[in-house]
C-alpha cells in the first residue's frame, strides 16, 4: 500500500478526504498548526512559508502527496495578492519539485475562477484562462508552476465547493434562514456546487487508478482535469434548493424567502465569474468517473446533517 500525504487537513475537501482514504493506504495529515479538527496533533505544514512543503515531502517520501490546502479568502486576496500567490502559485512549484525529487505524485485542487466567466457554455480544460480577480490568478500560477515541475500530476479544477462543516455557502444560508424572513441572493452568476465529499471521493478513485499506478501511463494521462456537480444553477436557485430542502427536513422551521438580485447590487472586491460551469467529460473519458448532478449532492449533504444529533 502507498503511503499518502494529505497537505490542508483540516479545510474542507482536506477532512473529507482523510475520512476515505483509509483504504487506499497509510495517510499522513498536515495542518498550518499541526492540528487537525478535535486539536488532533498533525504534521505542520504552512504553505505561507517557504521550504516548508518541500521538506515535509522529503522527511515522509510519499507516493502520493494531495494538496488540498490553499489560500481561499477570495475577496481579501484583493488586498493580499502577494500572500494569496505565495501559498496558491509559489508553494507548487516547490511542492511539485519535491515530489518529483521523492518519485511521488501530485494531486492538486484548482478552480474555475481562472476562467475569466464570459463562455456561456461549460468550460473545457483547454479553453483560454483568463482570470478576473487576485485569488484566480494565484490559482492559475499554481497550476503553471505544479506543470513546469515535472512532477507527475493531476489538477483538478472544482467549483462552488460546500459541505456539512466548515465555512461554505451552504452553511452561511442555514445560518441566515434561521434569523431572517427574507434573504436577497445573486441570481446572474451560473455554476454546478460541489459537495466535498464528492471531490474527496473522486480524488480516492484516482488515488487508486492514477497515483499509484505505472509510471509511464501515470505521466501519459498527467494534466488538467474538470471535476465539479453535473448541471448548473445560480447561487439563488441554490439557496433556494438548500432552504427547501432543509425546512423539510427539519433543520429549519420555515423555508425564508429568497429574493434574486443581480451581482452589482451586492458588490464585492473581487470580480466573480458571471459563468463557470465545468465541462467534466475529460475525467469521464479518461478515467471512468461520472459525477452526479449539484441536486443529488445537496440531498447527500442535508440528509448528513439532519442525522446528526
Known sequence: MSRI????????VGFELLG????????????????????????????????EAAALIARERPAVVIN???????????DEPELALRVNGLALAEIGAAARAAGAAVIHYS??????????????????????????ESKLAGEQALAASGADHLVLRTAWVY?????????????????????????????????????????VRLVDAWATGDREARAARSGVYHLASAGDTTWCRFARAI?????????????PQVTAIASHAFPARA????????DTARLRATFGIDLPGWEAGLDRVVSELAARP
Open 68 to 78: 488540498a490546502a490553499a489560500y481561499t479568502a477570495v475577496d481579501r486576496a484583493e
Open 271 to 278: 470580480v466573480r465569474p458571471a459563468y463557470s460551469v465545468l
Open 20 to 51: 476515505q482514504l483509509a483504504a487506499s493506504g497509510p495517510v499522513t495529515a498536515a495542518t498550518r498548526d499541526g492540528r487537525l479538527p478535535g486539536g488532533v496533533a498533525c504534521a505542520r505544514c504552512d504553505l505561507a512559508v517557504e521550504g
Open 111 to 136: 478552480t474555475d475562477y481562472v476562467f475569466p466567466g464570459d463562455a456561456g457554455r461549460p468550460c473545457r480544460e483547454d479553453d483560454a484562462t483568463g482570470p478576473r480577480s487576485a485569488y484566480g
Open 163 to 203: 459541505g456539512a462543516r466548515g465555512h461554505n455557502f451552504l452553511r452561511t444560508m442555514l445560518r441566515l434562514g434561521a434569523e431572517r424572513d427574507e434573504l436577497r441572493v445573486v441570481d446572474d452568476q451560473h455554476g454546478a456546487p460541489t459537495p466535498a465529499a464528492l471531490i474527496a471521493a473522486a480524488t
Open 243 to 255: 432552504l427547501e430542502r432543509a425546512a423539510a427536513a427539519g433543520l429549519l422551521s420555515r423555508a
Open 5 to 12: 500525504l494529505v497537505l490542508g487537513g483540516n479545510g474542507q
